[in-house]
């Protein structure tokens, strides 16, 4: 069954698991621009990472028939010296005009200190202005539900359209809250963290399919980049028709991502 893997971080993945993701239906993903485990010494060190998402990983992935976009900002996690993240948030606007930008992603919150949230603002304001989408990142455990709330607060007051908008990590506590403001949602699958494939079927059994859409985040970290294939797997064991399962992980993200006049599956 085809599908869109809608955050992965192939920098961290192998060209092993480009061939094994095509040959489970793969035909295209979308990378944040996020932390690589461990922090950046320098702007440049941002400068050479796009680089990477814009010219190198887009021909890696095409060798398997993949199309391969991206995100970029600076992440909440290295966004707590402002300073040095206005220096990346300068070169951004060069980067958004390269033909796999999708827009300005993964922005949000980390710690929710008041230092990510004025750079979550720098950023949501560049992403408004350039009318960019925007791939939001959302805490981890006891953080998520007040930084989700905090980073939603943060679009509306800046007037990013909830439309255009894809709050991603969610989980039962915050699903609810997200989708009824009228943002789009991701569920990431990790196989002993945010979402396993049960409790994301779980999630889709209790909150419908509409403007719901789920993602390996595969990274450096404990992670699987078969994990959303896993999930049909799930869905269909669950006795789910097909169509449900190519919504959730085809056309949801297409219909999100289509949004973008770069982004084509042909
Ligand atoms: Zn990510």
Redesign the pocket.
């Known amino acids: 069954m085809k599908y869109i893997d809608p955050?992965i971080?192939m920098v961290s993945r192998t060209t092993d698991d480009y061939a094994r993701m095509a040959q489970a239906g793969c035909v295209a993903v979308t990378e944040?621009a996020?932390w690589a485990g461990f922090d950046r010494s320098s702007a440049q060190g941002f400068y050479d990472y796009f680089r990477q998402l814009t010219d190198y990983e887009p021909r890696r992935a095409a060798q398997f028939g993949i199309r391969h976009f991206c995100w970029i900002c600076i992440n909440p996690k290295e966004a707590e010296d402002p300073a040095f993240a206005r220096e990346v948030i300068k070169f951004i606007p060069e980067f958004l005009g390269k033909p796999n930008v999708l827009g300005v992603g993964?922005v949000g919150l980390n710690k929710n200190t008041r230092n990510e949230l004025a750079i979550l603002e720098e950023q949501i304001a560049l992403a408004v202005e350039h009318e960019q989408l925007i791939l939001v990142?959302t805490p981890h455990l006891e953080d998520k539900l007040k930084g989700t709330r905090l980073t939603m607060d943060a679009l509306e007051a800046a007037g990013a359209q909830p439309g255009r908008v894809l709050i991603d990590h969610v989980e039962e506590h915050t699903v609810g809250e997200v989708l009824g403001r009228g943002y789009w949602a991701g569920m990431t699958l990790y196989p002993d963290s945010k979402c396993t494939p049960q409790r994301a079927v779980d999630i889709i059994e209790q909150f419908g399919s509409e403007r719901l859409w789920i993602n390996s985040?595969g990274?450096w970290g404990v992670s699987d980049p078969l994990s959303v294939p896993k999930c049909h797997v799930e869905m269909l064991r669950r006795g789910h028709p097909r169509e449900l399962v190519e919504k959730i992980s085809y056309e949801n993200p297409r219909a999100f991502l289509s949004q973008s006049p770069k982004f084509s599956l042909d």
């Open positions: 955050h971080h944040p996020f993964e990142h985040a990274d």
